[in-house]
């Protein structure tokens, strides 16, 4: 499965496991790289697949047919 059709959940998963195996500390340096490359471009997927959903629902109709800004809680 290409990283590009990896679901918001599928690629945190791999990231939380990514992130376990970096934190056992005994990974030799070149495959903790590999690791690290690997974990920041789910980071990105998982960033960028937010950021679409943060876009869908940016404008919400309200009762009156009028749009409203949405704002995630904790975004500035």
Do not use: H, S
């Given at each position: 499965m290409a990283s590009e059709e990896l679901t918001?959940?599928?690629?945190?998963k791999k990231l939380e496991e990514i992130v376990a195996k970096l934190e056992e500390g005994d990974v030799p340096l070149e495959k903790a790289i590999a690791f690290y490359q690997e974990g920041m471009a789910l980071s990105k997927i998982c960033s960028d697949k937010l950021k679409q959903v943060q876009e869908q629902m940016t404008l919400i109709m309200n009762e009156q047919g009028e749009t409203e800004l949405?704002?995630?809680?904790?975004?500035?």
């Open positions: 918001f959940e599928e690629a945190m949405f704002n995630v809680q904790g975004e500035n």
